[in-house]
């Protein structure tokens, strides 16, 4: 996922420089230093048998993040505040470092088909220019979960990762196009992630990596 200036290589910077906003608009939005670019059980991949067939009673459907968050904590055994913004931490890591790595396989069980496409095309982008994106997380400043939507069967919870990381991008060269190598910047990113409210496995999936603008 020569030097660059040269008139000879004008063409290919611009096509360089619109893939990288592409990438920021995937991963979110940059805060700070504006130079750049196993809790794993708690976010796996899940099968229809994983999941029972609950219905909320529809005398009480919670409404605001914290009755909805009370109501997840009462009724499922599976479910925890600190255990899930435990666990989207290390998904959250794992995520946008085999993404900037361009191998999905290790993260395909955590994300959504829409999300698996939108990196796929990204990462295609990124190789046909023979680009590379570094991404790794140095630590959280903090994650906090900052909505809640009950439905049916399903609840999302919105979570705003706030977190230090060095992230630069490469041309063909080696020479850094986008970013700083050893300065890490503030990143902000809000994910929404996704399961069934009852399952016989706590499994989460990522379905939206919106910035957080």
Request: aromatic share 8%; net charge negative.
């Amino acid at each position: 996922m020569g030097n660059p200036f040269d008139p000879m290589n004008i063409i290919l910077l611009v096509f360089a420089v619109v893939a990288f906003i592409r990438l920021r608009a995937t991963l979110g939005k940059r805060t700070g230093n504006e130079d750049p670019l196993d809790s794993r059980s708690v976010f796996q991949q899940k099968s229809s048998k994983d999941v029972d067939d609950v219905n909320l009673n529809e005398k009480f459907i919670p409404q605001s993040k914290e009755d909805i968050l009370n109501y997840m904590s009462s009724t499922d055994k599976n479910f925890s505040q600190e255990t899930f913004l435990g666990g989207s931490k290390n998904a959250y890591k794992m995520i946008v470092e085999n993404y900037a790595s361009g191998n999905l396989e290790p993260i395909e069980n955590l994300i959504s088909k829409e999300v698996y496409e939108g990196f796929s095309e990204a990462i295609s982008s990124r190789d046909k220019l023979q680009q590379k994106l570094h991404n790794e997380v140095v630590e959280f400043n903090s994650v906090e979960i900052v909505d809640a939507v009950l439905e049916t069967n399903i609840i999302q919870l919105k979570v705003m990762f706030e977190a230090k990381m060095i992230s630069y991008g490469e041309d063909s060269t080696g020479n850094v196009i986008e970013g700083n190598k050893d300065s890490p910047q503030v990143i902000k990113d809000v994910w929404i992630f996704q399961r069934p409210i009852k399952s016989r496995t706590p499994a989460w999936e990522l379905i939206s990596t919106n910035p957080d603008d």
